[in-house]
Nanobody, 112 residues
Framework: QVQLAESGGGLVQAGGSLRLACVVS??????MGWSRQAPGKEREWVAT???????DYTASVKGRFTISRDNTKNTVYLQMNSLKPEDTAVYYC????????WGKGTLVTVSS
């Protein structure tokens, strides 16, 4: 059974940083990534990293967020810098191996 466990969320002031981590059980996954859901809004894609290390970001986080992965640990990270109040959301990691699997999320709150 595939399980994804996020960690690293919390409360931070605007301009601060947080690093999220997501440990994925099971074999290596092709694409891993992060999405987020702000209060009252739909879930939106944030960043993706392939097994080869190619990355892509939604426009609103480019230059501020960095996604990375450690295949030896089956872990994907999201380094978030220069955080803004509009980054407040529950952040979900996901991993694809045929099907797309999701974690339960970790809350990030950015105060102004």
């Amino acid at each position: 059974q595939v399980q994804l466990a996020e960690s690293g969320g919390g409360l931070v002031q605007a301009g601060g940083s947080l690093r999220l981590a997501c440990v994925v059980s099971g074999s290596i996954f092709s694409t891993m990534g992060w999405s987020r859901q702000a209060p009252g809004k739909e879930r939106e894609w944030v960043a993706t990293i392939t097994n080869g290390g190619a990355t892509d970001y939604t426009a609103s986080v480019k230059g501020r967020f960095t996604i990375s992965r450690d295949n030896t640990k089956n872990t994907v990270y999201l380094q978030m810098n220069s955080l803004k109040p509009e980054d407040t959301a529950v952040y979900y990691c996901n991993a694809r191996r045929g099907a797309l699997y999701w974690g339960k999320g970790t809350l990030v709150t950015v105060s102004s």
